[in-house]
């Protein structure tokens, strides 16, 4: 078992290393923004890995190459992923004190309500981001749940979104918030749009590097995974050799001392 050690080790070594080759790029995240990372960093030619994240529980992370990792942030920071997620209606009225005045539970609801929205708005392909601030008054002590005009409701709605054109236009954005805010009129949501060019393509020439070997990075994680397997291979045949050289040995010390004369024995 000594003279297997040896091989088993280098085995070991070898895969740490390889595994050492990968980075966690972002994690904690749901499987939807996971994929979306992927994505992201899949069209701009930086190959990633999608896996379950051991430090939390059924979320994920993105892994990349080590020597792809500036790259891969520098993606990261222009598509502006991954997305924080915003409270929703359900989140925000389950914070705040034991017994919340009307105020605290009237604000609350407003920021869930604004959550989902921002929710829904960035569910749209192309859409980076979306901020949505509602000024919505709080009901009048008749209970009525629709704000008269001299008290009226009113939103702003800030939209980034990658291309030259936007995925929604400005009126069905503010059909979407006054559709989800009771006595909001789409005529109260001010929308404002900003776009954001769309990122370079990577260049299919681009090189990266697995030790002194030069390689195009979209072929990287397979020459890896080629020499994890080459190297095991031959550690293994080096045992296998240093095994039968051993025992090879041991069967000619046997046949010489077989060979001798009875009077050269001791």
Known sequence: ??????????????????????VPIAGGLDDSEANRVVVALER??????????????????????RDDLPQALVVLHDEE??????????????????V???????????????GDLERSLQGVDGVLSARVHLNVPPPSLGRELVPQRGNAASASVLLAYRGATPPLSAESVQRLV????????????????????APPMASGSELGHVGPIAVARASMRKLQSALVVLVVVIATLAGVILTLYARLNRLRA?????????????
């Not at 078992?1 to 990968?22: D, K």
């Not at 919340?100 to 604004?114: D, K, N, R, V, W």
Request: net charge neutral.
């Open 100 to 114: 919340p005045s009307e105020a605290t539970e009237h604000a609350q609801l407003i920021a869930g309500i604004a």
């Open 254 to 266: 046997a046949a010489t001392a077989h060979s001798q004369p009875a009077a050269a024995r001791p």
């Open 1 to 22: 078992m000594g003279r297997l050690r040896a091989p088993f080790a280098i085995e070991m070594a070898v895969l740490l290393f390889i595994a050492g080759c990968s």
């Open 81 to 98: 992923l991954p997305r924080t997620h915003p409270q929703g209606v359900l989140e925000a009225l389950g914070k705040g004190a034991l």
């Open 44 to 65: 701009a030619r930086v190959e990633a890995s999608k896996e379950l994240d051991p430090t939390a529980e059924g979320k994920w992370r993105v892994e990349v190459a």
């Open 178 to 197: 006054a559709g989800g805010v009771a006595g909001l009129l789409a005529l109260d949501v001010a929308v404002v749009m900003v776009a954001r060019p």
